[in-house]
């Protein structure tokens, strides 16, 4: 059976984002599945229900949810739901798709995971430049308050099951995307990340113990319990299955979110759902900017998490950036490094000073500056990054170094022998791309 949209049915519908719309869509819409949650579930065993489901987070790591979710302690303290909205990474924009254009969603995915862990109070942290969909949400969840959706009888069922939903507003700083980073931001703080261990589900939100999933995993809640565990373990591979939505930017015809089953083909999402690409494809970033890139002889790896893995990379936030053959390598990678550097909240001094480093490296080659020895340096500095540091951040300048390295070396060592880019391009400037065609 061709595989439905389900994430992204209602994108550009009129109203779609309003609870009316919401309550009229028949079978598996109007918070049924909150309800069937609740009525049909034991918290413990919706947990197990999850896990059972292979649900697997969406926000870059793609941790079993149900897991994770089992990892709160039953020691009687309050605990925590966080959303996480900050959605910074390159590439990906996917949550603020859902956020925006189906609201309640993502609302009947809180309730859902609520129950589950039982937490009376969930918080969605929310990007600062999302202005847009910080409104919309808050409406819905206005509007769930005043339905008796939300607050001390969710859904009026008569479980004494209370939750309140809060928006946090960010500032717009990439690290408030890493859990622990988000969960000082919300306290108030700089959003700086913690050493973990504790994990935040043993201490986080004011050191009491706090879940954080990504937007897109927690809006997959309602389709996993609405439609059951077999329909949702039947789209993609056992070990990670569901709906998944791709991000495809770049040179591609079509630019655009994309929903699919887990485990389609990346040609297959450039070419049947993206158009296609703008001339000849050079390399592909299979899951946001921090991902290691894939030459063209991988294009028929399936998306999943496994298998992208397996081939070197990681489907992270799926953010599928496609690069072609007018693309100088040099110049793509320091671009990331200006990106991740900026980025860098400075706690560690591998991150603050290396990236640093590197993109000073990666400028002085970029612009025919570059010493011999300093692809060795390069290579050196990176190492002496990766690994060393409180949070991912730093790595995610690391692996792309590694791997642009590795896999467009004669790219490098011409720079360094010819003090220009081997595409024929001005240095530190991409080349002109045809306006792509508004995506669908
Ligand atoms: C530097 C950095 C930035 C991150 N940014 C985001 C982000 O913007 N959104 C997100 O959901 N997860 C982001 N993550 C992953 C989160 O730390 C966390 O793993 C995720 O929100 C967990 O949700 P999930 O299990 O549902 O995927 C980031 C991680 C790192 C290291
Ligand atoms: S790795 Fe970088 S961003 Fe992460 S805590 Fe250390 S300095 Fe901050």
Same mark, same amino acid.
């Given at each position: 059976m061709p595989f439905e949209p389900v994430l992204s049915r209602y994108f550009y519908v009129k109203d779609g984002h309003t609870l009316e719309h919401y309550m009229a869509?028949?079978?598996?819409? @109007?918070?049924?599945?909150?309800?069937?949650?609740?009525?049909?579930?034991?918290?413990?065993?919706?947990?197990?229900?999850?896990?059972?489901?292979?649900?697997?987070?969406?926000? @870059?790591?793609?941790?079993?949810?149900?897991?994770?979710?089992?990892?709160?302690?039953?020691?009687?303290?309050?605990?925590?739901?966080?959303?996480?909205?900050?959605?910074?990474?390159?590439?990906?924009?996917?949550?603020?798709?859902?956020?925006?254009?189906?609201?309640?969603?993502?609302?009947?995915?809180?309730?859902?995971?609520?129950?589950?862990?039982?937490?009376?109070?969930?918080?969605?942290?929310?990007?600062?430049?999302?202005?847009?969909?910080?409104?919309?949400?808050?409406?819905?969840?206005?509007d769930c308050y005043a339905a008796g959706i939300l607050g001390a009888d969710v859904l009026k069922t008569g479980k004494n099951f209370k939750l309140d939903i809060t928006i946090i507003r960010g500032a717009g700083a990439y690290i408030c995307g890493e859990e622990t980073g988000l969960l000082s931001a919300a306290e108030g703080k700089r959003a700086y990340p913690k050493i973990k261990p504790p994990f935040p589900a043993v201490e986080g939100y004011f050191r009491l113990p706090t879940v954080i999933n990504n937007v897109e995993t927690i809006c997959n809640l309602p389709h996993l319990i609405g439609r059951g565990k077999e329909w949702y373990m039947g789209l993609g591979p056992a070990t990670g299955p569901g709906p998944k939505l791709y991000c495809l930017s770049g040179h591609v015809k079509k630019p655009g979110v994309y929903e699919a089953p887990l485990g389609t083909s990346l040609r297959s999402l450039i070419y049947d759902y993206a158009g296609g690409p703008i001339g000849e494809i050079k390399g592909v970033i299979p899951g946001g900017s921090s991902m290691p890139i894939f030459t063209p002889d991988l294009l028929d790896t399936p998306m999943d998490f496994d298998t992208v893995r397996a081939k070197g990379s990681f489907l992270g936030s799926a953010g599928v950036i496609v690069m072609n053959t007018t693309t100088c390598m040099v110049n793509a990678l320091l671009n990331?490094?200006?990106?991740?550097?900026?980025?860098?909240?400075?706690?560690?001094?591998?991150?603050?000073?290396?990236?640093?480093?590197?993109?000073?490296?990666?400028?002085?080659?970029?612009?025919?500056?570059?010493?011999?020895?300093?692809?060795?340096?390069?290579?050196?500095?990176?190492?002496?990054?990766?690994?060393?540091?409180?949070?991912?951040?730093?790595?995610?300048?690391?692996?792309p170094v590694d791997s642009y390295m590795k896999a467009y070396f004669k790219e490098f060592e011409f720079h360094v022998r010819e003090k220009k880019c081997m595409t024929g391009t001005e240095p530190g400037k991409f080349a002109p791309v045809e306006e792509p065609a508004l995506a669908r």
């Open positions: 869509r028949g079978q598996y819409g @109007g918070y049924s599945a909150a309800k069937k949650a609740l009525t049909e579930f034991e918290p413990d065993k919706l947990t197990q229900y999850v896990k059972e489901s292979n649900l697997r987070g969406r926000g @870059g790591a793609g941790f079993s949810t149900g897991l994770k979710w089992t990892f709160l302690p039953k020691n009687g303290k309050p605990r925590y739901l966080a959303v996480n909205a900050d959605e910074s990474e390159p590439g990906t924009f996917k949550d603020r798709q859902l956020m925006a254009y189906d609201p309640h969603m993502l609302i009947e995915g809180i309730i859902i995971a609520c129950w589950a862990v039982q937490s009376n109070s969930a918080f969605i942290f929310i990007r600062g430049e999302f202005a847009r969909e910080a409104v919309r949400l808050q409406q819905a969840i206005d990331l490094a200006r990106f991740y550097h900026h980025e860098s909240c400075g706690q560690c001094t591998p991150c603050r000073e290396g990236l640093g480093w590197l993109e000073k490296l990666l400028h002085r080659l970029e612009f025919g500056h570059a010493k011999p020895d300093d692809l060795n340096l390069i290579k050196e500095v990176s190492g002496m990054v990766a690994k060393r540091t409180i949070c991912l951040l730093a790595d995610s300048l690391t692996m």
